[in-house]
């Protein structure tokens, strides 16, 4: 079973579903009653522990073991996206920054994911996996030190 990542329109956060289709996924999301918890599970793969957002300990197990697998490349291009779109997004980000500072002693709401910000190049960077209905670079883990290490080189 493919494994869905939804995010809380209401707060943001990202929760990680074990089921057998999109629709499922999401009825699944919206019937839970508990909030969701992090689990930290050792990948069987590597000695790497991985963060999982899931509903309860069972679908964070099984998400684990189920993570699609990386290669170098993979890491080295997801390493790359990351850290173009930091590079592009950093006088917007600067500037984001300052302004949410100066407008927090105002009372302002704080401006999250500017256009033009890092986040902004990101999710440009990242619409073709998005397009195709793929897990995003970006957000699959490295595994082992090599890996790891392919990440860090290509941001």
Do not use: C, H
């Amino acid at each position: 079973m493919p494994i869905y990542k939804i995010t809380n329109p209401d707060n943001g956060e990202a929760v990680q579903v074990w089921s057998d289709s999109q629709e499922n996924a999401i009825k699944k999301f919206q019937s839970e009653t508990r909030a969701p918890k992090t689990f930290r599970i050792k990948d069987p793969r590597s000695d790497v522990p991985q963060d999982i957002t899931a509903f309860d300990a069972k679908d964070a197990i099984k998400i684990s073991q189920n993570m699609p697998e990386t290669g170098l490349a993979t890491q080295f291009v997801a390493g790359a996206n990351v850290g173009a779109s930091n590079v592009m997004g950093l006088p917007v980000d600067l500037v984001t920054g300052g302004i949410n500072k100066v407008g927090g002693y105002f009372g302002m709401d704080p401006i999250e994911n500017p256009v033009g910000g890092s986040e902004f190049f990101k999710n440009i960077m990242e619409a073709p996996q998005d397009l195709r209905g793929r897990q995003r670079l970006s957000d699959i883990a490295p595994t082992t030190k090599s890996e790891r290490f392919a990440r860090k080189v290509g941001e």
